[in-house]
């Protein structure tokens, strides 16, 4: 059912020229700063000046809810929070690096491990309605962690951090953004990593979707991001 889709896709963006002018309404769970994100963004802009990007960044249940009441065309979302009715391709992976703060017992150290850091309190992005972060953190590190939830944006979770309340996780391209009394430092485990999912819902027919799909799919592949 997924590869039909997805050939369906890509028949309606590519022929006779369709969707090459419109508009696309993207949701995203991450900011889209920093590479691979940036780059794949600016490819498509350099190509499909026609189409206009509208972002919009939202917490997982929102970009659910808006997708399936078609207020947003699609999304980038990562593996573990693809709900079962969508369909999904994945474009790329990052790796996961911890945001410890300055004066932090372990902030000396290059590289870290899980268990060098599951004594500490995790600060988590959370919502009443969504608690994917803490689940999948727990999933990485193992049982027992002692979570801190904060109904916030990213950068305010790291601004904590360099407050001293705790340590987080960050993907390899938020940690580009520098944020006062906070350092990053990379995790040696084979799990520390995220997998980001294009997402749609298979009644979704339109053009510049279909265009925008095929494009995302062709340049992971070309840039070897998975």
Same mark, same amino acid.
């Given at each position: 059912?997924?590869?039909?889709?997805?050939?369906?896709?890509?028949?309606?963006? @590519?022929?006779?020229?369709?969707?090459?002018?419109?508009?696309? &309404? #993207?949701?995203? /769970?991450?900011?889209?700063?920093? *590479?691979? =994100?940036?780059?794949?963004?600016?490819?498509?802009?350099?190509?499909?000046?026609?189409?206009?990007?509208?972002?919009?960044?939202?917490?997982?249940?929102?970009?659910?809810?808006?997708?399936?009441?078609?207020?947003?065309?699609?999304?980038?979302?990562?593996?573990?929070?693809?709900?079962?009715?969508?369909?999904?391709?994945?474009?790329?992976? @990052?790796?996961?690096?911890?945001?410890?703060?300055?004066?932090? &017992? #372990?902030?000396? /150290?290059?590289?870290?491990?899980? *268990?060098? =850091?599951?004594?500490?309190?995790?600060?988590?992005?959370?919502?009443?309605?969504?608690?994917?972060?803490?689940?999948?953190?727990?999933?990485?590190?193992?049982?027992?962690?002692?979570?801190?939830?904060?109904?916030?944006?990213?950068?305010?979770?790291?601004?904590?951090?360099?407050?001293?309340?705790?340590?987080?996780?960050?993907?390899?391209?938020?940690?580009?953004?520098?944020?006062?009394?906070?350092?990053? &430092?990379?995790?040696?485990?084979?799990?520390?990593?995220? *997998?980001?999912?294009?997402?749609?819902?298979?009644?979704?027919?339109?053009?510049?979707?279909?265009?925008?799909?095929?494009?995302?799919?062709?340049?992971?592949?070309?840039?070897?991001?998975?």
């Amino acid at each position: 059912r997924i590869l039909a889709d997805l050939s369906a896709l890509k028949v309606m963006g @590519e022929s006779a020229g369709l969707g090459s002018v419109g508009k696309i &309404r #993207l949701g995203v /769970r991450l900011p889209s700063v920093g *590479e691979p =994100i940036q780059g794949l963004l600016k490819a498509w802009r350099d190509q499909n000046p026609g189409v206009e990007l509208r972002v919009y960044e939202m917490n997982e249940r929102e970009i659910l809810t808006s997708i399936e009441e078609r207020r947003l065309d699609l999304a980038f979302m990562t593996k573990q929070t693809l709900w079962p009715r969508a369909v999904a391709v994945p474009i790329y992976r @990052e790796r996961l690096l911890a945001a410890v703060p300055k004066g932090h &017992r #372990l902030a000396c /150290r290059k590289t870290l491990t899980w *268990e060098m =850091i599951r004594e500490d309190t995790f600060l988590v992005q959370a919502w009443e309605e969504s608690q994917t972060a803490r689940e999948y953190y727990a999933s990485l590190i193992g049982s027992g962690i002692r979570f801190a939830m904060h109904s916030a944006s990213k950068q305010s979770v790291l601004g904590l951090v360099g407050a001293g309340y705790g340590i987080t996780l960050v993907t390899q391209s938020q940690a580009h953004v520098r944020i006062p009394g906070v350092v990053f &430092r990379h995790i040696l485990e084979d799990n520390a990593e995220l *997998e980001v999912h294009l997402a749609w819902v298979p009644e979704n027919e339109e053009a510049t979707v279909g265009r925008f799909v095929s494009f995302m799919r062709e340049m992971s592949a070309s840039r070897h991001l998975l």
